[in-house]
């Protein structure tokens, strides 16, 4: 899994947070650059408004892993019960 941030957009505070309120979260199946050069491994990334502050390309296997976190988290959500799991490990 690879992960990147992106700042140079923004002007970051003393806090080091930067909201991001009219964010949404896209998944790619896969990345294409700014050259046109094409990375096949599944996308996930930040979009505000028109750049892309957060990109995580993963495997298939990771992209899978990550599903079945997500649908195992919001299943254990309903017993009030805390529930984390790391996916890429």
Do not use: H
Request: hydrophobic share 35%; aromatic share 8%.
């Amino acid at each position: 899994m690879d992960n990147t941030i992106y700042v140079g957009k923004y002007k970051v505070p003393k806090s080091g947070t930067i909201p991001l309120p009219k964010s949404k979260l896209r998944v790619l199946s896969c990345y294409v650059n700014t050259a046109g050069e094409v990375d096949s491994r599944v996308t996930l990334v930040i979009e505000d408004e028109n750049f892309w502050p957060a990109i995580c390309k993963m495997s298939d296997e990771e992209a899978r892993d990550l599903a079945f976190v997500l649908i195992e988290t919001v299943m254990f959500r309903g017993d009030k019960s805390q529930f984390t799991k790391t996916v890429g490990e």
